[in-house]
């Protein structure tokens, strides 16, 4: 709008400086009035003092019937303000990710699982870890060899 309005461009011109084609440099303009004429009801009446009050910001810095811009030192205590929330808002996150972090790792097992079993020759074998308990077909029998139920002792010859 400033551009267009205000500097006097064309809008082939505008689009260019904008980087934008012709004809969404039109909808902006188009939009920004819509939204000019609804902030400053006076300029429906008058359109052609849209062009009047932007060259008079250009110029003087100010629009006419608007309140003044700020002062450098109370936009720079305003800027300085935002600063120290930031900062503090930014230390917050920071010692809030790193107690979460402190708390999940004093209290998680850190203990790793145990590797997985590996196949060799088409037989699953438990991978080297700690020892798994005993079972029953791991254990010697109970009488000696061969004097178990069903089994059959070799004839001696």
């Known amino acids: 709008?400033?551009?267009?309005?205000?500097?006097?461009?064309?809008?082939p011109e505008t689009a260019a400086e904008v980087e934008a084609s012709t004809p969404a440099a039109a909808h902006r303009?188009?939009?920004?009035?819509?939204?000019?004429?609804a902030a400053l009801p006076e300029l429906a009446d008058?359109?052609?003092?849209?062009?009047v009050?932007?060259?008079a910001f250009l110029a003087e810095g100010e629009v006419p019937g608007?309140?003044?811009?700020l002062s450098p030192e109370t936009a720079l205590a305003d800027v300085r303000l935002s600063g120290r929330a930031r900062t503090g808002a930014a230390l917050t996150v920071a010692g809030l990710l790193a107690a979460s972090t402190l708390y999940a790792v004093a209290t998680t097992d850190s203990t790793p699982p145990p590797p997985p079993a590996t196949e060799v020759d088409g037989t699953?074998?438990?991978a080297p870890g700690p020892p798994h308990p005993a079972t029953t077909r791991d254990r010697p029998p109970a009488e000696g060899p061969g004097t178990g139920p069903g089994r059959l002792v070799p004839l001696g010859g």
């Not at 709008?1 to 809008?11: P, T």
């Not at 303009?29 to 004429?37: I, K, P």
């Not at 008058?46 to 062009?51: D, G, I, T």
């Not at 608007?66 to 811009?69: G, L, N, S, T, V």
Request: proline share 11%.
């Open 29 to 37: 303009l188009l939009h920004a009035r819509e939204s000019l004429t």
């Open 66 to 69: 608007r309140p003044a811009p």
């Open 124 to 126: 699953l074998t438990p």
């Open 46 to 51: 008058h359109p052609e003092q849209l062009a």
């Open 53 to 55: 009050r932007l060259r």
């Open 1 to 11: 709008m400033l551009l267009y309005e205000g500097v006097g461009l064309d809008l």
